[in-house]
Nanobody, 115 residues
Framework: QVQFVESGGGLVQPGGSLRLSCVAS????????IDWYRQAAEKSREFVAS???????TYADSAKGRFIVSRDNAKDTVYLEMNSLKPEDTAIYLC?????????WGQGTQVTVSS
């Protein structure tokens, strides 16, 4: 059974930082690109960042220069380091991979940026 478990969200002030984690199970982690998405209240889910099995990252324009995606294949874990956070970054952050013909999603972790 494919499963993703996100953690690390919370309440942070504008300008602050958070590090999210996504632990995968049920897949050969080394073979899959892993994506981070976010969904704010009453908005569509949007792409944030992705990382290939070899560690090559891709970022949405909103994340460039502030977020860093990385992975530890030995721990089946992908990280999203978020810096210089803004109120508009408030959302549920989810990780995902395309496995066996379908996108698989975690439950997400809530990030709230507010003073």
């Amino acid at each position: 059974q494919v499963q993703f478990v996100e953690s690390g969200g919370g309440l942070v002030q504008p300008g602050g930082s958070l590090r999210l984690s996504c632990v995968a199970s049920g897949i050969d982690f080394n073979l899959y690109a892993i994506d981070w998405y976010r969904q704010a209240a009453e908005k569509s889910r949007e792409f944030v960042a992705s990382i290939t099995p070899g560690g090559v990252p891709t970022y949405a324009d909103s994340a460039k220069g502030r977020f860093i995606v990385s992975r530890d294949n030995a721990k089946d874990t992908v990280y999203l380091e978020m810096n210089s956070l803004k109120p508009e970054d408030t959302a549920i952050y989810l990780c995902s991979a395309f496995v066996s013909g379908a996108f698989r999603w975690g439950q997400g972790t809530q990030v709230t940026v507010s003073s």
